[in-house]
């Protein structure tokens, strides 16, 4: 008789628990596949760093720069500002 009684029973389908956690989890993931895909289908951009440095080491030139210039006077007195780049030199 146990041997019926072992026959007959069967075991019920557990719906899947669905909580917080296993929808933030599901979230990051396709997260995740989705900006896989798209790293390996866009195109790399390559970074080069540029170094401002002279073309030739050695050579030396001679050359007058011709211009016209103006001296203006103002009626007030004030302080002059020089600007220059990041990095560059400026002259003494």
């Given amino acids: 008789m ?3 009684r072992g026959q007959n ?3 019920l389908k557990q719906p899947i ?13 396709v997260y995740i596949f989705v900006y896989v895909i798209i790293y390996f289908t866009k195109e790399h951009v390559a970074i080069y ?12 030139f001679s050359a007058i ?6 001296v203006v006077n103002t ?3 004030g ?11 400026v002259a003494v």
């Avoid at 628990?17 to 993931?29: E, M, P, Q, S, T």
């Avoid at 302080?79 to 560059?88: L, Q, V």
């Fill in 2 to 4: 146990d041997n019926k």
């Fill in 49 to 60: 760093e540029v170094v401002e440095k002279s073309i030739s080491e050695n050579n030396s």
């Fill in 65 to 70: 720069a011709i211009r016209e210039e103006e």
């Fill in 79 to 89: 302080y002059i500002t020089f600007y220059k780049n990041n990095g560059a030199k």
């Fill in 17 to 29: 628990r669905i909580n917080a956690g296993l929808i933030v989890f599901a979230f990051i993931f």
């Fill in 75 to 77: 009626s007030e007195a």
């Fill in 9 to 11: 029973v069967r075991k």
